[in-house]
């Protein structure tokens, strides 16, 4: 499958930034999707943001306007810039990746995973 490895997490002050990247890498025809979900103690995983191949984003309504999400599709990674941060997006946050292994069936792969905390 698709190996996903993470970075960027951390501890930040409220109002503060930071940003997470992702990198995806393995035996693929393409990956089409690259994006990041999140998951609080006690709640299920949401999607953060997610964009395609041909570069369009879509966001969570809660990190519409604060967040932004670019790839670099030469290097299948993607970079979230995470400003104005809330005490309410600590979370633990995933990367995802799917498109498509080298036999042509397709692939749906996560990261491990990384701390985000806000906290003063």
């Known amino acids: 499958q698709v190996h996903v490895v993470e970075s960027g997490g951390g501890l930040v002050q409220p109002g503060g930034s930071l940003r997470l990247s992702c990198a995806a890498s393995?035996?693929?025809?393409?990956?089409?999707?690259m994006g990041w979900y999140r998951q609080a103690p006690g709640k299920g995983r949401e999607l953060v943001a997610d964009?395609?191949?041909?570069?369009?984003?879509n966001y969570a309504d809660s990190v519409q306007g604060r967040f932004t999400l670019s790839r670099d599709n030469a290097k299948n990674t993607v970079s979230l810039q995470m400003n104005s941060l809330k005490p309410e997006d600590t979370a633990v946050y995933y990367c995802?990746?799917?498109?498509?292994?080298?036999?042509?069936?397709?692939?749906?792969?996560w990261g491990q995973g990384t701390q985000v905390t806000v906290s003063s």
């Open positions: 964009i395609t191949w041909r570069d369009y984003a």
């Open positions: 995802n990746a799917r498109g498509y292994l080298l036999d042509y069936t397709s692939f749906n792969s």
């Open positions: 393995g035996s693929v025809i393409s990956i089409n999707n």
